[in-house]
């Protein structure tokens, strides 16, 4: 079964800053591989997604993130965060078990706190 | 597009009591997900309908936690009876399918006292 760890809990960085988050999954084949971020009292909102090719991606509001096959990573970058960036993210893996049968699993998610 | 629909935002209720949610998904999306978020943690699927077939339920209490999707189209997730470590938001989410990301709705977040 796939899995997804975050082994940040809590990040603070300063406004301006860059920022870096780490996620590392846990699946057999190749993933398919998700950034979600959830402001307070909201749901998730889609950041970026990788599917296959560039490993590079682009999403939303200035983030990235890059696909490393050897190190299991999926990490999401921003070369200088707003304060608005300030919010929870998750890491989440999707993957086929049969059928129609499709799930994404999410990590535990990180908390940004961004200081003016 | 419009997005997908929950309902209500909010519900206190008592331990032992029951509830409801509903979810009215993306017109056209075939998926849809009911996932629970307890505080500090990432969502967990519950449950997860093909149309108005159950694909994957095998995380659900289903001594207490029920849902349906009888049309195919929103869905009903219900709690009966409610115990306090089922306080949380639960989060609907739909997709087309095919290895694409899901749309989420606002959740409800649920206080059982």
């Known amino acids: 079964a796939q899995s997804v760890t975050q082994p940040d809990i809590h990040i603070t960085v300063s406004e301006g800053a860059s920022l870096e988050l780490r996620c590392n999954y846990s699946?057999?084949?190749?993933?398919?591989l998700f950034w979600y971020v959830q402001s307070p009292g909201q749901g998730l909102q889609l950041l970026l997604k990788?599917?296959?090719?560039?490993?590079l991606v682009q999403g939303i509001k200035g983030f990235e993130a890059e696909f490393k096959r050897s190190q299991s990573s999926f990490n999401l970058r921003k070369p200088s965060v707003h304060w608005s960036d300030a919010a929870e993210y998750f890491c989440a893996v999707g993957a086929y078990r049969g059928g129609s049968n499709y799930k994404l699993t999410f990590g535990k998610g990180t908390l940004l706190t961004v200081n003016p | 597009e419009a997005g997908v629909a929950q309902s209500p935002r909010y519900k206190i209720i008592e331990k032992r009591q029951s509830v409801a949610f509903w979810c009215n998904p993306i017109?056209?999306?075939?998926?849809l997900y009911w996932y629970q978020q307890i505080l500090g943690q990432g969502p967990k699927l519950l449950i997860q309908?093909?149309?108005?077939?159950?694909?994957?339920d095998s995380q659900l209490p289903k001594d207490r936690f029920s849902a349906e999707r009888l049309k195919g189209v929103d869905s009903t997730l219900k709690i009966q009876p409610a115990k306090l470590e089922d306080s949380a938001v639960y989060l609907c989410a739909s997709s087309s399918g095919q290895g694409y990301g899901y749309t989420f709705g606002s959740g409800t977040r649920l206080t059982v006292v």
């Open positions: 309908f093909q149309n108005n077939g159950v694909v994957d």
């Open positions: 699946y057999g084949a190749t993933p398919y």
């Open positions: 990788y599917f296959s090719g560039d490993t």
């Open positions: 017109s056209g999306h075939a998926t």
